[in-house]
């Protein structure tokens, strides 16, 4: 099994330079409460704000953002309030972090240092198997 593995990776079989949403699905709420922590926002901002501090690694699709921001406010994490934008007077749908959805964020963060510390131990900084 581990000498299929490098095969796949020698061969070019998983790509490098962007990251499998299957792989970071788990973690797409972490990164908008995150971006949410410091001041409210909507979702296109959100998503090239994503797209940009991943240097275009990992780019959410909309369905993905917005399904998010649906289970975010349902779980009590964010709320949804309407402003009219600056630009052209449209309303627009922002989102702000709850205290509830900041104690949820730190307890992501705490996940995320156990799962990479389990996954490490199955990692070679050499790709070699």
Sequence with gaps: MRQRALENCIEGRFVMGSISSDIIRGYNDTM???????APSYGYEISKKIKSLTDEKYVIKETTL???FTRLEKNGFVEAFSENAAINGKRRTYYRI???GRQYYREK????TLTKEVVEK???????V
Excluded at 109 to 112: G, I, K, L, S
């Design 66 to 68: 917005y399904s998010a």
């Design 98 to 100: 709850t205290e509830q």
């Design 32 to 38: 908008i409460l995150y971006l949410l922590w410091e």
């Design 109 to 112: 963060c705490a996940e995320w």
């Design 122 to 128: 199955f990692i070679k900084e050499d790709g070699g």
